[in-house]
């Protein structure tokens, strides 16, 4: 199922995008939206099974949506899982309703923690979709969801180490790279196999270099970056948004590992 939502403004001068970076996740003041009830979506596996996902009702925190980065990166776990996914620990950073980190438990990942933004509503229905999943009782993996703060010290479930990490779609926050990449250095073994897959695509293409800024801090970090894949989808997520179609309608996918 594909999401698409109204436009969304989005600021166009520096000072402009400084404020919504550090606003990203609030309504504008004297805004209220009535509650939305939650919604479903379908992914399709490569195997032809479908995956059936609740997303939360409309959340500031942008979890009611299925995202084409975690569509994308989902299909990559699935070509790649045997060097991947196969009895690794994994790990994904604001996950949303989840596709991917459950695709990994699918796809037979050892334990697959599933985490984002600590909002009730968000973790219950991360659950929920852990609980209702057919599939991931078939697999025999473990798989979890919990709360996590991005750059915040690890809970006892957290600090173990994990194979792969998964951030999809998370580079449009710019003012959480730091922290992003903090978090990665905390979670990711220190081993030539470990690696860490960020899938994105630019919905602000006039803020493309600064999507793009994440990558550099990775490599001053110690990290080694690879692009693996690029592919266009056919239609933009935000349909009413402005800038170049084609970058709206592009996924990339990189993935990092430690310069060993």
Known sequence: MEN?????????????????????????HG????????????????????????????????????WNGGQVVSEYLQQHAKNLVEDKDVLELGAGAGLPGIV???????????TDYPDGDLIENLKFNIDKC?????SGSEVAAEGY????PFSASLSSGFDLLIL??????HSEHVKLLSTIRLALKRLPSASALVFFTPYRPWLFDKDMAFF??????????????EKVMENVMFIDDRGDELLRKTVYGFVLRWQL
């Open 168 to 173: 999809a779609d998370l580079l449009f926050n």
């Open 104 to 114: 990994c438990g699918i796809m037979g990942a050892r334990k697959v923690m599933i």
């Open 149 to 152: 703060l991005w750059g915040a």
């Open 216 to 229: 550099d801090l990775a490599r001053q970090g110690g990290f080694v970056v690879e692009k693996v894949m």
């Open 4 to 28: 698409t939502i109204g436009s969304t403004a989005s600021p166009e001068s520096e000072d402009a995008e400084v404020f919504a970076d550090t606003a990203l996740f609030q309504e504008p």
């Open 31 to 66: 805004y209220f939206r009535p509650e939305q009830p939650p919604s479903f979506a379908e992914h399709t596996l490569l195997s032809g099974e479908k995956l059936r996902l609740r997303l939360v009702g409309h959340n500031p925190l942008w979890g009611h949506l299925l």
């Open 134 to 138: 057919e599939y991931l009782k078939a």
